[in-house]
């Protein structure tokens, strides 16, 4: 693997904030351009869904519109990048913060963690093929 161009960097830089604002947006069609058809998207560490593309999305238009608001910051992106004969892939890491507003709460809950996202360069530009969240820390979350 070698370490990004600072074009590539970019690139990778736009599509993670892209994800945060289709997630804080709930843009679920913006979020869906994110991904490739056949991700792969694994939310377990935070109690979510974790299956396709569409999965991910079913379940958030379904649960994430209780949340008032979700106020994501992505940070701290390493990206490996492999320019192989079968076509360009990416292995990223950055850091997430997520300040938001839960039902039932008096006071914005916050968390964050790392993003761990397997990408690829398509025709339209890089696209994740596969999340794996990894929620580090929770504070005020919501009663069990």
């Known amino acids: 693997m070698t370490q990004a ?3 590539d960097t970019a690139e990778i830089a736009a599509l993670l904030y892209r994800y945060a604002r289709a997630v804080d947006t709930k843009d679920w069609e913006l979020y ?13 560490s935070a109690g979510a869904v974790v299956g396709s593309r569409d999965e991910a999305v079913d379940w958030f238009a ?6 008032a608001w979700s ?17 360009d892939t990416a292995r990223v890491r950055a850091m997430f913060y997520n300040p938001m507003q839960l039902p039932g709460m008096t006071g914005p809950s916050f968390c964050g963690g790392y993003y761990h996202h397997e990408l690829v360069r398509t025709g339209g530009g890089w696209r ?11 504070t005020n979350p919501p009663a069990q």
């Open 71 to 87: 106020l994501h910051h992505v940070t701290n992106i390493e990206a490996d990048v492999d320019t192989g004969p079968e076509g």
């Open 62 to 67: 379904a649960n994430f519109g209780v949340i």
């Open 32 to 44: 869906r351009s994110v991904f490739t058809d056949d991700a792969h998207i694994d939310y377990s």
């Open 128 to 138: 994740s093929r596969r999340l794996v969240e990894e929620n580090v820390w929770f």
């Open 5 to 7: 161009s600072a074009s």
